[in-house]
T-cell receptor, first 113, second 116 residues
Framework: AQSVTQLGSHVSVSEGALVLLRCNYSSSVPPYLFWYVQYPNQGLQLLLKYTTGATLVKGINGFEAEFKKSETSFHLTKPSAHMSDAAEYFCAVSDLRTDGLTFGKGTHLIIQP | DVKVTQSSRYLVKRTGEKVFLECVQDMDHENMFWYRQDPGLGLRLIYFSYDVKMKEKGDIPEGYSVSREKKERFSLILESASTNQTSMYLC???????????????FGAGSRLTVL
């Protein structure tokens, strides 16, 4: 079975600083990995995904993530935080049993002015 | 633009009431899912469906049932609502038919249910 661990339920950064949200996964098969963002009172929106090919994946709003098989990680980064990045972020791994996703518990990103 | 629509954004029900949460997608997707979201617990899968009239239990199906009479509609049913079912409920759909795990899930805006 697969699982996802997101380190840090809350992460606070200053506006303009680097954003780093950590995600480690466990999967018995080569994984497909996803990051979703949830703004207040909204559903989840896809930020980026890794399926095959290039291990550095670029997404929307300036975010990117790197798949590191040796570290079983898929950390999300953004060079310069903006106030509008404040949201809940979820890392997810493909679930072949359901053809859906298994999600981490989420990381709430707080942007300090 | 593809859409997953959850008809009720906010509901308040009493203990013991029967509750229907409706979800409709306009993308001709095969797969549909119901998740429950609680603070600190992330998203947990309740039920999913690959096709019309087909349903499979997820990780936390107890106290819930589902119905998929038409491809575009997937309903979550709480037969007798309890206070511990107060939560945010998220519906999602995906293309399906690949079995590869690469499907992107498209989510609705969520239905926040409070059971008193």
């Amino acid at each position: 079975a697969q699982s996802v661990t997101q380190l840090g339920s809350h992460v606070s950064v200053s506006e303009g600083a680097l954003v780093l949200l950590r995600c480690n996964y466990s999967s018995s098969v080569p994984p497909y990995l996803f990051w979703y963002v949830q703004y207040p009172n909204q559903g989840l929106q896809l930020l980026l995904k890794y399926t095959t090919g290039a291990t550095l994946v670029k997404g929307i709003n300036g975010f990117e993530a790197e798949f590191k098989k040796s570290e079983t990680s898929f950390h999300l980064t953004k060079p310069s935080a903006h106030m509008s990045d404040a949201a809940e972020y979820f890392c997810a791994v493909s679930d072949l049993r359901t053809d859906g996703l298994t999600f981490g518990k989420g990381t709430h990103l707080i942007i300090q002015p | 633009d593809v859409k997953v629509t959850q008809s009720s954004r906010y509901l308040v029900k009493r203990t013991g009431e029967k509750v229907f949460l409706e979800c409709v997608q306009d993308m001709d997707h095969e797969n549909m899912f119901w998740y429950r979201q609680d603070p600190g617990l992330g998203l947990r899968l309740i039920y999913f469906s690959y096709d019309v009239k087909m349903k499979e239990k997820g990780d936390i199906p107890e106290g819930y049932s589902v119905s998929r009479e038409k491809k575009e509609r997937f309903s979550l049913i709480l037969e007798s609502a309890s206070t511990n079912q107060t939560s945010m409920y998220l519906c999602a759909s995906s293309l399906g038919q690949t079995g590869s795990g690469a499907n992107v899930l498209t989510f609705g805006a969520g239905s926040r249910l409070t059971v008193l």
